[in-house]
């Protein structure tokens, strides 16, 4: 079995911080890019925010259109507080996947949303910020598709190297 592709776009983020923490759920979640357009985020980038260094191992890349930036054969997943879109929990997703993210102070254009080949939203009282939309989706994805084997060597491997804290048998 081929390994699902995932790649998370981002129209005009403004904070560093939020793709700072895109980032490092992208690397979390096995995440393939990062795409993201506007000018917003070059103008803050000098921010050092991407605290595990993922983009020494996913590309975090500016472009003009998020919709023709996805990869071949990918399905474009726009995820936004929107009228008739599909509940996260209902949602099965694609194998190769371009999730598209709107800006924290703003929405999603509908002529993005009528290219997306899925809409959906996280169901929530109020709206979530960019950054944890983002972990909810991916962490969404890898339970449902079933891409991460979890296991104590994967804990021991990915905790931080303080923490040495074990359940007792």
Same mark, same amino acid.
């Given at each position: ?15 560093? @911080?939020? /793709?700072?923490?895109?980032? !490092? ?6 995440? =393939?890019? /990062? #795409? &993201? @357009?506007?000018? !917003? &985020?070059?103008?803050?980038? *000098? ?24 990869? %071949? #054969?990918? *399905?474009?997943?726009?995820? =936004?507080?929107?009228?008739?879109? @599909? ?8 194998? $190769?996947?371009? &999730?598209?993210?709107?800006?924290? =102070?703003?929405?999603?254009? %509908? %002529? /993005? ?15 979530? $910020?960019?950054?944890?939309?983002? $972990?909810?989706?991916? &962490? ?5 598709? #079933? @891409? ?11 905790? =931080? ?5 074990? /359940? *007792?048998?």
């Amino acid at each position: 079995m081929t390994k699902p592709n995932a790649t998370i776009g981002l129209i005009n983020p403004k904070s560093p @911080t939020n /793709v700072g923490a895109v980032m !490092r759920a992208a690397g979390c979640f096995m995440a =393939d890019a /990062v #795409n &993201y @357009t506007g000018q !917003r &985020y070059q103008r803050a980038a *000098k921010f050092q925010t991407d605290t595990k260094n993922q983009t020494r191992h996913i590309p975090l890349t500016g472009v003009d259109c998020l919709v023709q930036a996805a990869p %071949q #054969n990918a *399905k474009i997943i726009c995820v =936004d507080l929107v009228e008739g879109a @599909t509940p996260l929990p209902e949602f099965e997703h694609p194998e $190769n996947a371009c &999730y598209i993210f709107g800006p924290e =102070d703003g929405t999603i254009e %509908q %002529q /993005v949303i009528d290219q997306a080949d899925y809409v959906v939203y996280i169901p929530t009282q109020g709206c979530l $910020n960019l950054a944890m939309s983002v $972990n909810v989706v991916l &962490y969404d994805r890898a339970s449902k598709l #079933n @891409t991460i084997e979890a296991s104590d060597e994967l804990v021991c491997n990915s905790r =931080d190297r303080n923490n040495k804290v074990r /359940v *007792k048998s």
